[in-house]
């Protein structure tokens, strides 16, 4: 499990168990992972000089690289209201500025996206409220919560974890799409985080995303 519990000095909850089965190398996506849609299907173009609109950089969370980890780029997303540290060759997916529903999607080489949706929660409403909704919400669009409200802390901002599976429409037959999500609320605003993965967890990749998790600030 991804994330830090509080008073944990930064160390993960838990370990994963499986390797993912795809692997990128060097500075971007492998041929294998830019064939699957479900994480290379571009919603909105976000290259060039309309990425500002969604993405600045926040220099006090750059990290050079250090065998095994990449080199991290500090950012600020989501109309000045998120920081993370996010590895440089994450490419923005889609993005949105619309406010109470901004959000803003990354792909991974290595075969995962990243996201971070804005919630229509208040951040005083109480978690027991706030996670129901979440969980009604997800439940709702068919998905299976199979583990739930994980006590997790980020850089700023407090949350819980959960472990979600959905059906993902293909041409031969649906395809099962895994993601770890965390629910954060910060002092002016809530968001979900979702990382989606192949394969049966997040083993591989779980040391680069400690960092974009630890780093997350929710203002």
């Given amino acids: ?16 168990l499986v390797a993912l089965a795809l692997a990128g190398c060097g500075g971007g996506p492998s041929a ?15 290259e060039g000089a309309g990425k500002l609109e969604f993405e600045e950089h926040y220099p006090p969370l750059d990290l050079s690289a250090a065998e095994p980890f990449p080199e991290y780029v500090g950012v600020t997303v989501l109309r000045h209201g998120i920081h993370l540290s996010k590895p440089k060759d994450w490419i923005l997916r889609d993005a949105s500025n619309q406010p109470g529903q901004a959000y803003v999607g990354y792909i991974s080489p290595n ?29 709702s669009l068919g998905a299976k919560i ?23 429409e293909a041409a031969k037959s649906p395809l099962v799409s895994n993601s770890r999500e965390y629910l954060v609320r910060g002092a002016t605003r809530v968001v979900l985080v979702q990382i989606v ?18 780093t997350l600030e929710v203002l």
Avoid: C, H
């Avoid at 294998?32 to 976000?46: E, G, H, K, L």
């Avoid at 993965?197 to 630890?214: A, Q, W």
């Fill in 146 to 168: 199979l583990g739930k409200r994980v006590p997790i802390a980020t850089g700023i901002g407090q949350g819980r974890a959960y472990d979600v599976t959905r059906n993902v």
């Fill in 111 to 139: 075969a995962y996206s990243f996201a971070v949706y804005e919630r229509p929660e208040a951040p005083s409403t109480p978690w027991l409220d706030m996670m129901k909704r979440f969980e009604d919400d997800t439940q």
């Fill in 32 to 46: 294998i992972a830019t064939s699957n849609r479900t994480f290379y299907d571009w919603a909105v173009p976000t």
């Fill in 1 to 16: 499990m991804l994330g830090r519990a509080p008073g944990s000095a930064g160390k993960p909850i838990a370990a994963g």
């Fill in 197 to 214: 993965y192949e394969g049966d967890d997040l083993s591989l990749v779980n040391p680069e995303l400690l960092r974009v998790v630890d």
